[in-house]
């Protein structure tokens, strides 16, 4: 069946298979819904490795992610170039991540990176204020987003610094069940 | 390049990455951490040469790692770069080593192209998506747990069928039947006494009544019980004798239905476990993990936004109430427990009420309808005593938890206490109804048990019933139906016009009310019920696994319907994860209960002389025992040996033992976590307190 397409060389997609959690089927399926938000920009022949990137805000009006509050972050963390313009390889790569298979430590790992807002690798009290913000659509009062972040720090910081780092918000992960469940777009 | 002490750092296995900050490596732009002394060397923000020669480091180091490429935490080229680097290097391996590698590989393609043509099989998985991407995780887990029922149902139906129903029907084709197991010689000729079938006019109102009550003509059909005979086949190569076959399948049904059950909770109790101390993360968890990411509508969106803000302002005044409480004075304290206790015992006395009613209905209806001339006479009428006891058993489901929500506001419990009491509340109603209309039933069969009172002297149970277990498979059977009815009832007559006059009134009042949304326990307490009903009433009524079957298959259809069309999704999100194992436990407990009639019908009340495999015997057991009599001496008193209670008792004794060893082990590993946990906050000082004292001297 995948032996008949032009789009990749068998080699292509056996590297795909390898490092995403999609198969043969699924990469395919991808590449077409990829190619459908642009299909002017996107050749149909990724055999010679066509360097094709696609805005954000193409990425952003897909109906999985169009109203999702924080498919900006989303999209800039996966995207090579840190603005959420995507290559097909960041696509694949984001919603590998973000499907059933991925085990809980590498979504974990990039859930991280998503509410980390300034990128400085903790999660600080100004990113808690966005992502509540984000979350409630800014229905919350100040202070009752103020009270909200202390006692997520206060729950979360393991080491009293006053901000999440990777290893506080994995350790805080671990005892969310739901988040396999809840950190999971499907497409 | 490389110092001795970097290869410690970097080789503590374990998730992300070998060495702690070096997850600050992996991000473009990071300014020098003072934290990180060693690390000075890489960390030189800004000139992208640098940043990439950290990444391709990073990732030789990784290459020693046991992980699959794709699990690696990098973007794609760079795990691209490693794929090529293991491809190299296999190139350069051996001949046997490249080869063990290749068959790895293909055996992992099979495998994913085998679980890939799996996930089209799986049942109902487009509705599923669907249900999830509107409504969220937690009203997923009830459509789940629906399919579960399904699926359980129409496999144990094909066990039973295939080893009781259709060689009956073959027999019976074939005109098979020659021997009885069991020559019925004793008793009294008024036990003998069996005729379902209407005589003289039947009126075709009647034949309706008979189907959807299980009497009359539809008593002669494999419906129930009393249809089997103690016959057997007897032929020179194959030989099948029904009592026995009858008897065992439906062991075998029980013991499937545990296993399976048992194998769901098991992987639900993996993750309930995790959960344990959910209040300690209560706001880590609705910030983090709150948000639904399946959610693709914008009006769900919405929604779910909404109910967030909601839960958390709700958390945060009850914070706030907490604090007013712990600073109440020692009056309002015993004020607030004196009126707990009061909603207790009315709790209680509700409870009793709705028992002695389900008690007398039951009694009552069963009375009338063996002397079968106000059944006979009216429709409707007949109907409602057949359907007396199913009323009233709903009708206390239904009313008496508006009532339990209503005290337990006045209990000023904390919320998550409120809910968990108000659900375990549910849960012992519907159960005790249950039982008490099994209890009625039973003080009619066997005249409260006395053998010697008039009635049950002459056959060993009551005479007004020729064949017992069929009449309590009908009150199963009715059960069944009547549950049915009321879901179909309650959408047509309930959700719909709610909706309508919901979106076309725009009274106040009304729209206070609001739409109606989806109350995941509530439902799913339903169908354990519904399934508690199946596993009870199988024995006497071997169809009921494909009633079930059939129930809860337009069920998924009928609730999916009202759900998309009519309900709005639920203010507070359910946690599904840990409340699918409570449910699970529940369904357990179920099962455990459906157990006694069963066993009870089958150890200790004579069965029927009329009707049924097992006329004639003193009880349903012997089977066994007469079926183990032919077999050689070996297999006798090996069989004998292991239901002796000098085997099973040590056996006993050894599972206690085990148990209470699992048990202490439980009690160790949980107190090692705590006193981790401990440490690790210790640690966390400790590197702050060092972090400063470098700054200082810095």
Known sequence: MGNKQTIFTAKQLDTYQDCTFFTRKEILRLFYRYRDLAPQLVPLDYTSKPDVKIPYELIGSMPELKDNPFRQRIAEVFSADGEGNMTLDDFLDMFSVMSEMAPKDLKAYYAFKIYDFNNDNYICKSDLEKILNKLTRHELTPEEVCLVCEKVIDEADLDNDGKLSLDDFQHMIIRAPDFLSTFHIRI | ?698
Request: glycine share 4%; aromatic share 14%.
């Open chain 2, 1 to 698: 390049m490389l110092t001795e002490e970097d290869e410690d750092y970097f080789t503590e296995p374990g998730f992300h990455l070998p060495g702690t900050p070096i997850s600050n490596q992996m991000l473009p732009s990071l300014p020098p951490l003072p934290m990180q002394p060693q690390h000075n060397h890489h960390s030189e923000a800004g000139s992208p040469s640098s940043e990439v020669q950290q990444q391709e480091w990073i990732a030789e180091r990784l290459e020693g790692d046991s992980r699959s490429v794709k699990e690696l935490p990098l973007n794609l080229s760079e795990k691209r770069r490693i794929r090529e680097r293991q491809e190299l290097r296999m190139r350069k391996m051996s001949g046997w080593n490249s080869w063990m590698d290749r068959q790895h590989r293909a055996v992992q393609r099979l495998w994913e192209q085998t679980t890939e043509a799996f996930q089209y099989t799986e049942m109902w998985r487009g509705s599923l998506h669907r249900i999830e991407g509107h409504f969220g995780s937690g009203v997923q887990s009830y459509f789940s747990f629906l399919r579960f029922l399904v699926l359980m149902n129409f496999v144990t139906f094909l066990l039973v069928g295939g080893f009781i129903v259709i060689p009956n029907m073959v027999f019976e084709e074939l005109q098979l039947k020659i021997n009885t197991t069991s020559p019925v010689t004793t008793g009294n000729q008024t036990c003998f006494d069996y005729n379902p079938k209407r005589q003289g006019l039947v009126q075709f109102y009647e034949y309706v009544m008979d189907l959807l009550s299980g009497t009359g003509y539809m008593e002669l059909t494999y419906l129930f019980y009393g249809f089997y005979e103690n016959t057997a086949v007897d032929l020179k190569t194959f030989s099948y004798n029904i009592p026995l076959a009858y008897l065992i399948t439906i062991l075998f049904y029980f013991l499937l239905s545990l296993v399976w059950t048992v194998i769901r909770s098991v992987n639900r109790f993996k993750q309930s476990l995790v959960n344990e101390d959910s209040s300690l993360n209560n706001y880590s968890n609705k910030v983090f993990v709150g948000w639904d990411f399946c959610i693709s509508e914008e009006q769900s969106v919405r929604l779910k936004q909404n109910s967030l803000r909601y839960e958390l302002k709700m958390d945060l005044e009850e914070e706030a109430l907490k604090k007013r409480q712990a600073a109440q004075t020692k009056l309002q304290c015993t004020r607030v427990y004196t009126l707990r206790t009061i909603v207790h015992l009315l709790v209680l006395a509700l409870l009793g009420a709705a028992f002695y009613t389900i008690y007398v209905a039951t009694g009552y209806s069963q009375q009338l309808i063996s002397q079968d001339s106000v059944v006979s006479s009216n429709f409707f009428l007949g109907l409602l005593v057949q359907y007396l006891p199913s009323i009233v058993i709903t009708a206390a489901i239904t009313i008496l938890p508006i009532f339990f929500n209503i005290f337990s506001r006045l209990e000023k419990y904390s919320l998550t206490w409120e809910i968990k009491l108000t659900l375990i509340r549910c849960v012992f109603l519907r159960f005790a109804s249950l039982v008490i209309l099994l209890y009625s039933l039973w003080t009619q069969i066997t005249c409260n048990g006395q053998k010697d009172e008039s009635h049950c002297k002459t056959c060993g149970y009551n005479n007004i019933y020729p064949c017992w277990e069929t009449r309590l498979g009908q009150e199963m059977y009715k059960l069944a139906i009547f549950d049915f009815l009321t879901v179909l009832v309650m959408i047509l007559l309930v959700d719909f016009p709610r909706r309508m006059i919901v979106q076309h009134c725009s009274c106040k009042l009304i729209q206070l009310w609001g739409q109606q949304e989806f109350q995941v326990p509530s439902n799913v307490l339903d169908l354990i019920y519904g399934q508690t009903v199946c596993w009870i009433g199988t024995f006497f009524c071997p169809l009921l696994p494909l009633l079930n079957t059939i129930k809860y298959f337009i069920i998924f259809y009928l609730k999916k319907m009202t759900l998309l069309k009519n309900c709005c999704p639920a203010k507070r999100t359910f946690r599904a994860s840990s409340s699918n194992f409570f449910f699970l436990l529940v369904l357990l407990f179920g099962l455990a209960l459906s157990w006694v009639p069963i066993l009870y019908s089958i150890f200790v009340i004579t069965p029927s002389k009329a009707c049924g495999p097992f006329q004639g015997q003193f009880f349903i057991w012997d089977t066994i025992p007469n079926a183990v009599e032919p077999l050689p001496q070996v297999t006798k008193e090996f069989l004998y040996f292991i239901s002796s209670q000098a085997f099973l008792v040590p056996i006993f004794l050894l599972l206690c033992i085990l148990i209470s060893y699992l048990v202490a082990l439980a009690n160790s590993y949980g107190q090692l976590v705590k006193e981790l946990k401990v440490y690790m906050q210790l640690e966390g000082r400790d590197k702050h307190f060092l972090v400063k004292q470098i700054n200082r001297t810095e």
